[in-house]
């Protein structure tokens, strides 16, 4: 994929989005047509609006979903996305959509858009939830913990620390796979409706910081914790922008993001602060 040029032109802080065009925000996460969970966003409307805000940004589409069907995907086909046999399966039945994936971000890699993928702990495996010939060439990999795996209520009913252990081994395998960015920290526990383990704020930090993955800040359906993310800057983890767009309104929606950094006193210093795509090729 093209190294990252960043925008276009600069925005106008009249306009929305001018502020994190301003303060030279990436947005690093940003879905297609392509995902089973997108609504009305398509990769061409997304450029387009980008580039008229003035925003830096790179498509992240889901790995996991790129090996079935769009259609009833979440009816047949997520209760066995984190498993590799399964993608093996699903792709040899002709399901695999990695190629429609790279030949829809193509022209605009070509305008300099970086284009990568998030991607979540394999669970009938060490590393990533993706097969080895659809990892090469993404400019870079979000990691993701979607579900606790392995779980009869997926997470709400079981004991916390069964949840906690699936977490941390979960985080670790992202990091230990690689990955640059690790997305949305701990929103699993919200969306399960349990309570967020603050006690394991300190030891993920210390993942990030040791494997070198930016932490996302990441609304989309999600609160992020000012606490957790100061203690990654207090550590040395880069912080990573993600708007996590599946709706055009999303797009270029950065505001609660700047709003943050502000709070988390990284205003004055974001080009230390931020992480962003690197220019070289994975
Ligand atoms: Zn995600
Ligand atoms: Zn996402």
Redesign the pocket.
């Given at each position: 994929m093209a190294c990252a040029s960043g925008a276009g032109k600069r925005g106008d802080a009249a306009v929305p989005g001018g502020a994190a065009a301003k303060a030279g925000l990436f947005d690093a996460h940003v879905h297609t047509e392509l995902a089973a969970c997108a609504e009305d966003i398509t990769a061409a409307a997304a450029f387009a609006r980008f580039r008229e805000l003035g925003v830096g940004f790179g498509f992240a589409e889901?790995a996991d979903q790129l090996y079935f069907p769009r259609q009833g995907y979440f009816e047949k086909f997520e209760v066995e996305s984190g498993s590799l046999a399964a993608m093996r399966e699903s792709s040899r039945a002709g399901h695999n959509r990695f190629g429609r994936y790279r030949e829809l971000v193509a022209p605009f890699a070509a305008e300099g858009v970086p284009v990568g993928i998030?991607a979540e702990a394999a669970e009938d495996g060490p590393g990533l939830g993706v097969l080895e010939d659809d990892l090469a060439g993404w400019d870079y990999v979000i990691g993701?913990v979607?579900e606790f795996r392995g779980m009869g209520s997926r997470g709400r009913t079981e004991p916390m620390a069964d949840l906690e252990r699936d977490f941390m081994q979960q985080t670790e395998k992202l990091c230990r796979a690689g990955v640059s960015v690790y997305?949305?920290p701990f929103r699993i526990f919200g969306r399960r409706g349990r309570e967020i383990p603050k006690h394991l704020y300190r030891p993920v930090a210390e993942m990030l910081a040791a494997h070198k993955v930016a932490a996302e800040i990441n609304f989309h359906t999600n609160r992020p914790d000012p606490e957790f993310f100061a203690l990654c800057l207090e550590l040395g983890v880069r912080l990573s922008i993600g708007s996590?767009s599946h709706a055009m309104w999303e797009v270029g929606g950065l505001e609660k993001h700047l709003a943050l950094l502000g709070e988390l006193g990284a205003a004055g210093r974001l080009g230390e602060a931020l992480w962003r795509p690197p220019c070289a090729k994975r």
């Open positions: 889901h998030e993701a979607h997305a949305h996590d």
